[in-house]
């Protein structure tokens, strides 16, 4: 009979038929799982921050506003209008965009200042005059204001349009 004791020395490395990792090994293996994590978050920061390089180029440049355009944007913009209402909403977002499409970096829009429209540039720029010239008249009101805030700094812009009785711009 063959005891405990006098079975040869199994590796630590092994626990049954099992491959079991001694402590050093997991502690390896967590380094490499952080280190992985680390160099996805970069590559997926990087990412974004070129997807937000090409979106503010895009943006920057101002759209031809044609009368097939501005069809398509009245029509899309009436089936928004009229959903929020039947959910009972009086305001709805038009329109998101990076700060850097604003000349101060969106400082006057965070800082809620009467002269942030004039620090629109390309579509943002041609929204707001779009609410000015159609909608303002038609009793429409438009706000903006930093809705994200990256790493605790300003982020996007949203421009939203209100049909309520509250005094917005």
Known sequence: MTTVASQPHREHSKLGDEAFMSAEDLRGYM???????AMAEVTAMEKAEQAQKELVKTLSKPVELTPEFVEGLRKRLASRLKDAARKGESEIMVMRF???????GGRAINNAEETWPETLTGRPRQAYE?????????????????????RGMPGDVGMFLSWSDSQLH
Do not use: F, H, S, V
Request: glycine share 2%; proline share 9%.
């Open 130 to 150: 779009i609410w000015r010239d159609r909608l303002r008249p038609a009793g429409y009101k438009l706000k903006a204001m930093i809705i994200d805030w990256p």
């Open 98 to 104: 990076p700060n850097a499409l604003c000349t101060d």
């Open 31 to 37: 380094n490499q799982m952080t280190m992985a994590e």
